[in-house]
């Protein structure tokens, strides 16, 4: 029998100098593992790899050296310790790896280009398409080549791929399903990009987890106030009832409705980056019914799970959500409400995480 | 308290650029020095750097005492127990006499890996960490040793690349010190102090960056 020592090396591992990220199907499980570890904490230590992962300092070497080359860890600043040499964290390559994320809201499209520590790129508004079938979806291809076109061409082989976010509305006419399905497989044929597709507020949770406040919170509950209210719970960095269809008619539309019934303005409700007039008790009120479903679910939720954090996300004007946070903090004086900050679309930002997780991370 | 075997060749043992073999850095100038500095109370440095050694090549001309393998098991054994063995040898491998491609020097690194690991000269008979240092390339003018290295220059490039494939696929840790310290003109294959320098305070960072409980 041959001596396996002294077969020739395996050459599987990483000593190449391939540029460009490693196909989806090489990356391995234990290389998923540290990446994940990277994309919850941002940064961390060999050591810390090693005690997460029961993988030995030897193996977390080889893992983290082929990472590097990939670009997509660096090294990071270095601490000065107590004693001895200063220890040199590992960290993302913001360059590492791009995504693009899309989401079709209920007046429009956000389409994003986020880089690996979720900073956005690049970012546009378009009107939602017609809900005419024979519509091609020629503006979102059109924009994604924009997106992509914004990087250095290098960077473009570090594309990971494009994230669709994927409303479900009951009482919408349209079928979104059929919707999406179409558009995903229309990129991926016309662009050549890999397209994963989600439930969009599950997406605008996963985006707060990886990339927002919500970074350092292993438990939380979500909230996502749009057109309705929408709610996600996250335990141990984990998206529960992640396509849940159930929401609350007290967002941004049930507050047109009592404006317009009033014969107040309507139009800046939907409009981007714009202060709302003052609205006077219509706005009050609303906040209050606003406030008091929201704590009806923490109540139910606060059976089975202790959570201490909230968080809120929304394109309404930041000083209407700090008042709703502290409604919320004054109505239960032991929760934390604190504000998402993965804008400017935290759906479409939700949506381009999509594709790191997909790809780099362990389920 | 840990410990560390420095395992290497003149370039370990301190020989001085253009000297003579005689001729040797003070322990604080040589890089498993100023490794000991950077690392502090901590850790006991082990030097065992020989001119002339090679990886597992009895050496025709020079003696079997050049052999790194023969050497490697006694060596390691009244040593132990070892925290962590830094092997940095390769160059003298290139000597015209062995006829040596890199990837064949690879081989007597694997050859030295494999040997530490069936030892296991580490803590309570464990398999201690072991680092593949790949040694700067040498410089294309290498005086009057360009008989005894012909072709070597050309190879020692090589030797980096080779290494860490060996390194990756044994699972171990690497560094490619050729980048940080490159060879000195006067011979074109030793390093000066400075090369020293920022081997040891290199190899201080990787030493740490390994993680110790």
Redesign the interface.
């Given at each position: 029998m041959p001596d396996m020592r002294f077969a020739p090396p395996n050459p599987l591992r990483i000593a190449d100098r391939a540029s460009g990220l490693n196909a989806v199907s090489v990356r391995s499980y234990n290389e998923r593992l540290v990446l994940s570890l990277l994309l919850q904490s941002g940064s961390t230590t060999r050591l810390e790899i090693g005690e997460r992962t029961g993988l030995s300092a030897q193996t977390v070497s080889v893992l983290v050296r082929s990472l590097e080359q990939e670009g997509l860890v660096a090294k990071g600043e270095a601490q000065k310790g107590r004693v001895g040499p200063p220890t040199v964290p590992i960290v993302l390559n913001a360059e590492g790896a791009f995504s693009i994320g899309i989401s079709v809201g209920s007046h429009q499209t956000d389409v994003v280009l986020i880089d690996f520590v979720g900073t956005a790129r690049f970012h546009a508004t378009l009107p939602n398409p017609a809900t005419d079938r024979s519509t091609n979806h020629s503006e979102f291809l059109q924009t994604i080549r924009e997106a992509v076109a914004m990087l250095p061409k290098k960077a473009r082989e570090r594309l990971a791929g494009v994230g669709l976010a994927l409303p479900h509305r009951a009482a919408d006419g349209r079928d979104h399903e059929a919707y999406f399905a179409a558009l995903q497989s229309e990129i991926e044929e016309q662009l050549g990009i890999a397209v994963f597709v989600q439930n969009d507020i599950t997406a605008a949770a996963s985006g707060e987890s990886m990339f927002g406040v919500a970074k350092p919170l292993a438990d939380y509950l979500y909230f996502y106030l749009g057109a309705r209210l929408h709610g996600r719970l996250v335990l141990n960095h984990q998206i529960h009832n992640g396509n849940s269809t159930v929401s609350f008619d007290v967002g941004l539309a049930a507050l047109e409705r009592t404006l317009a019934g009033e014969g107040q303005a309507t139009a800046p409700l939907w409009a981007r980056d714009a202060a709302w007039p003052d609205y006077g008790a219509a706005l009050e009120g609303w906040e209050d019914r606003l406030t008091d479903e929201m704590i009806q679910s923490l109540i139910a939720v606060s059976q089975f799970v202790e959570f201490t954090t909230v968080v809120l996300a929304s394109r309404a004007p930041r000083d209407i959500c700090d008042s709703i946070c502290r409604k919320l903090s004054s109505k239960l004086p032991r929760l934390k409400a604190i504000l998402g900050e993965t804008g400017p679309s935290p759906k479409a930002v939700g949506a381009a995480s999509l594709p790191f997780s997909s790809r780099f991370m362990v389920d | 308290m840990r410990t560390v075997l420095c395992y290497g060749d003149s370039n370990t043992h301190g020989q001085i650029p253009g000297g003579l073999t005689l001729d040797r850095y003070g322990f604080e100038a040589r890089w498993p020095g100023i490794l000991a500095q950077?690392?502090?109370?901590?850790?006991r440095v082990i030097e065992e750097g020989l001119s002339g050694r090679t990886t597992v090549h009895d050496d025709p001309v020079e003696g079997a005492g050049k052999n790194g393998r023969t050497y490697l098991r006694p060596c390691v054994m009244s040593h132990a127990p070892l925290d962590l063995i830094i092997i940095m040898l390769g160059t003298n491998d290139l000597k015209a006499r062995f006829h040596q491609p890199p990837?064949e020097v690879?081989?007597g690194i694997?050859?030295l890996v494999?040997d530490i690991k069936e030892l296991a000269p580490g803590p309570r008979g464990s398999i201690p960490?072991?680092m593949v240092v790949a040694p700067p390339p040498m410089l294309d003018d290498i005086k009057n040793w360009a008989g005894i290295f012909k072709g070597g220059p050309e190879k020692s490039h090589e030797l980096a690349?080779q290494f860490?494939?060996?390194?990756?696929?044994?699972?171990?840790?690497?560094f490619d010190a050729g980048s940080v310290a490159a060879c000195d003109p006067l011979d074109g294959f030793h390093l000066n102090q400075h090369a020293h320098q920022a081997l040891g305070?290199a190899l201080?960072?990787e030493?740490?960056?390994?993680?110790?409980?």
């Amino acid at each position: 029998m041959p001596d396996m020592r002294f077969a020739p090396p395996n050459p599987l591992r990483i000593a190449d100098r391939a540029s460009g990220l490693n196909a989806v199907s090489v990356r391995s499980y234990n290389e998923r593992l540290v990446l994940s570890l990277l994309l919850q904490s941002g940064s961390t230590t060999r050591l810390e790899i090693g005690e997460r992962t029961g993988l030995s300092a030897q193996t977390v070497s080889v893992l983290v050296r082929s990472l590097e080359q990939e670009g997509l860890v660096a090294k990071g600043e270095a601490q000065k310790g107590r004693v001895g040499p200063p220890t040199v964290p590992i960290v993302l390559n913001a360059e590492g790896a791009f995504s693009i994320g899309i989401s079709v809201g209920s007046h429009q499209t956000d389409v994003v280009l986020i880089d690996f520590v979720g900073t956005a790129r690049f970012h546009a508004t378009l009107p939602n398409p017609a809900t005419d079938r024979s519509t091609n979806h020629s503006e979102f291809l059109q924009t994604i080549r924009e997106a992509v076109a914004m990087l250095p061409k290098k960077a473009r082989e570090r594309l990971a791929g494009v994230g669709l976010a994927l409303p479900h509305r009951a009482a919408d006419g349209r079928d979104h399903e059929a919707y999406f399905a179409a558009l995903q497989s229309e990129i991926e044929e016309q662009l050549g990009i890999a397209v994963f597709v989600q439930n969009d507020i599950t997406a605008a949770a996963s985006g707060e987890s990886m990339f927002g406040v919500a970074k350092p919170l292993a438990d939380y509950l979500y909230f996502y106030l749009g057109a309705r209210l929408h709610g996600r719970l996250v335990l141990n960095h984990q998206i529960h009832n992640g396509n849940s269809t159930v929401s609350f008619d007290v967002g941004l539309a049930a507050l047109e409705r009592t404006l317009a019934g009033e014969g107040q303005a309507t139009a800046p409700l939907w409009a981007r980056d714009a202060a709302w007039p003052d609205y006077g008790a219509a706005l009050e009120g609303w906040e209050d019914r606003l406030t008091d479903e929201m704590i009806q679910s923490l109540i139910a939720v606060s059976q089975f799970v202790e959570f201490t954090t909230v968080v809120l996300a929304s394109r309404a004007p930041r000083d209407i959500c700090d008042s709703i946070c502290r409604k919320l903090s004054s109505k239960l004086p032991r929760l934390k409400a604190i504000l998402g900050e993965t804008g400017p679309s935290p759906k479409a930002v939700g949506a381009a995480s999509l594709p790191f997780s997909s790809r780099f991370m362990v389920d | 308290m840990r410990t560390v075997l420095c395992y290497g060749d003149s370039n370990t043992h301190g020989q001085i650029p253009g000297g003579l073999t005689l001729d040797r850095y003070g322990f604080e100038a040589r890089w498993p020095g100023i490794l000991a500095q950077a690392l502090g109370s901590d850790w006991r440095v082990i030097e065992e750097g020989l001119s002339g050694r090679t990886t597992v090549h009895d050496d025709p001309v020079e003696g079997a005492g050049k052999n790194g393998r023969t050497y490697l098991r006694p060596c390691v054994m009244s040593h132990a127990p070892l925290d962590l063995i830094i092997i940095m040898l390769g160059t003298n491998d290139l000597k015209a006499r062995f006829h040596q491609p890199p990837s064949e020097v690879a081989m007597g690194i694997g050859c030295l890996v494999h040997d530490i690991k069936e030892l296991a000269p580490g803590p309570r008979g464990s398999i201690p960490e072991i680092m593949v240092v790949a040694p700067p390339p040498m410089l294309d003018d290498i005086k009057n040793w360009a008989g005894i290295f012909k072709g070597g220059p050309e190879k020692s490039h090589e030797l980096a690349l080779q290494f860490e494939i060996t390194a990756d696929s044994l699972e171990v840790h690497f560094f490619d010190a050729g980048s940080v310290a490159a060879c000195d003109p006067l011979d074109g294959f030793h390093l000066n102090q400075h090369a020293h320098q920022a081997l040891g305070l290199a190899l201080a960072r990787e030493v740490e960056a390994i993680g110790w409980k």
